[in-house]
């Protein structure tokens, strides 16, 4: 099998490894030893993407009193460690709005 040089320091030799994305999230990759840096092939690059698309989530504005409320899907409550009844801070973005936890 022919060695592969990495394109990115053009230094190191590419070695075969599984990559962990994010935790449970794992594929393979081409990693440059000297550099780090990660080469994908086509399929990977697909994988990856589906992956990204997956985790957005459409949720629906519901109507409570005089405003405005969306849920928060329990996977993501847990990941932040949000519970009801506590206070989280609205943020104004460019494209949106972002939910942020008030520090205790």
């Known amino acids: ?18 990559v962990e994305l994010e935790p449970g999230f794992s594929v393979q990759a081409r ?23 997956a985790r957005q989530r459409e949720r629906t ?6 405003s405005l ?7 993501l409550a847990a990941k932040y460690k949000l519970k009801a009844g506590e206070k989280v801070y609205l943020v104004e973005e ?4 972002s939910i942020h936890p008030v520090p205790a």
Do not use: S
């Open 61 to 66: 504005l519901i109507k409570l009193g005089n």
């Open 1 to 18: 099998m022919k060695k592969e040089i990495c394109g990115n320091c053009e230094k190191g030799v590419l070695q075969q490894k599984n």
């Open 69 to 75: 409320a969306v849920t928060l899907p329990p996977e």
């Open 31 to 53: 990693v440059c030893p000297n550099c780090g840096e990660k080469w994908y092939d086509h399929e990977v690059v697909r994988k990856i993407g589906a992956f990204y698309r």
């Open 94 to 97: 460019e494209n949106g709005v």
